[in-house]
């Protein structure tokens, strides 16, 4: 019996994903969270911040299951999102422009010019506000916190923290530090799941940017803007909707860099 199976490495602004390709005869079995958290340690595995299949589906284009380094199934990442459309374009199953469904539904993506992926991300229609920070839901919940300066701010330990809070219930939160610096805006994330810091985290800079348009005051038709995380830079566009105290938001896009990094084979007998 052949155990060997060919994986992928891809990484969108250093949020980095492990990718198999489980289109029918599928070859994985994710029944055994320790063995896909074994695959993404660092030390003992491939080494990723998530875990991904890409898989047939009836609708769309394909279908993306994405689990969290800790081998749990998660909401929908961002980042990865743009990585398995990179994914599915190195394969040659997909066109300029198509769609594929996650566990929040379909996303709409496009293929654009030097290793760039957008795709769209679900509508947000409610925003907790707070005297301290934004609690957004774009596919994944997220805390967003202003904060003054990133250089020596403890982002894991105050992280962590804020992700644990009981507010937040059972599945806790991901947590978004956002600098309005001079330069842009600047952000870090923890993210639950991986219980750490990771580079980027692309449903966590969709919710600064909304939380930095709340913040502001304005009132746009379409609002589009670059945040700078520690992996490189992501940008978000959406288009609010003012009728509301509190706006929503409608037609959002995800746009960055997503590249394959090496690709092999792991031997499965020796997990």
């Known amino acids: 019996m052949n155990n060997t199976i060919p994986f ?24 055994n969270p320790d063995l896909i958290a074994r695959l993404c340690h660092r030390n003992f595995g491939i080494g990723a911040d ?6 047939n589906d009836d609708v769309a284009d394909f279908k993306m299951r994405y689990f969290n380094a800790d081998g749990n199934e998660g909401s929908m990442c961002g980042n990865g999102g743009r990585c398995i459309v990179a994914f599915a374009n190195d394969l040659g199953i997909i066109h300029s422009e198509g ?17 760039e992926y957008a795709i769209s991300l679900k509508n947000v229609d409610k925003v907790d506000i707070f005297s301290n920070g934004y609690f957004i839901h774009t596919g994944s919940p ?8 990133l250089n020596g701010f403890d982002i894991h330990n105050k992280g962590k ?10 599945g806790g939160t991901n947590v978004n530090f956002l600098v309005d610096a001079p330069t842009g805006l600047e952000i870090a994330t923890f993210e639950r799941g991986v219980e750490a810091e990771t580079l980027a985290c692309g449903t966590g800079v969709t919710a600064a940017a909304m939380a930095y348009y709340l913040s502001k005051g304005w009132q746009v038709d379409l609002f589009e ?6 992996g490189g830079v992501l940008h978000v566009s959406f288009r ?22 090496f690709k092999g084979e792991i031997q499965m007998d020796f997990f």
Request: hydrophobic share 40%; aromatic share 12%.
């Open 50 to 55: 998530g875990f991904i299949l890409l898989e």
């Open 142 to 149: 997220h805390w967003v916190e202003f904060v003054d300066d």
């Open 161 to 170: 923290k804020i992700r644990l809070d009981p507010m937040f219930g059972k």
């Open 99 to 115: 769609s594929f469904s996650a566990t929040d539904g379909i996303h709409q993506f496009r293929v654009l010019d030097n290793n």
């Open 8 to 31: 992928y490495k891809y990484h969108g602004a250093g949020n980095d994903f492990v990718m198999i390709d489980n289109r029918l005869p599928a070859p994985f079995d994710v029944k």
């Open 225 to 230: 803007v670059s945040l700078k995380a520690k």
């Open 240 to 261: 609010p909707n003012h009728d509301k105290d509190i706006p929503t938001f409608s037609d959002v896009w995800l746009t960055g860099p997503a590249v394959q990094v």
